[in-house]
């Protein structure tokens, strides 16, 4: 889970660096969003982020009531 959380850090620092870089330079907005696009293709990177269907750990405890 943390290293989930850096890595979106990261990517929302890159993507508004790119963002403030575009708009200075006047950088042409198809230019601007293929590279948007390929700064989101990190999260399909095998170990990077979660593994996706991990098991999940859960109680197969019935929880009691009080009646």
């Known amino acids: 889970m943390a290293r989930m959380i ?3 850090l990261a990517v929302a ?3 508004t660096a790119w963002a ?3 708009a200075v330079t ?5 230019v601007f969003y ?3 696009v390929a700064a989101s293709a990190v999260f399909w990177v ?7 269907g ?3 750990k859960t109680s ?3 929880p009691e009531t009080n009646r």
Not at 26 to 30: H, I, K, R, W
Not at 46 to 52: A, D, F, I, Q, Y
């Open 6 to 8: 850096l890595v979106i």
């Open 13 to 15: 620092i890159a993507e």
């Open 20 to 22: 403030l870089f575009c």
């Open 26 to 30: 006047g950088v042409n907005l198809l």
């Open 34 to 36: 293929a590279v948007l």
């Open 46 to 52: 095998p170990g990077l982020t979660e593994k996706r």
């Open 54 to 56: 991990a098991p999940r």
């Open 60 to 62: 197969n405890a019935i």
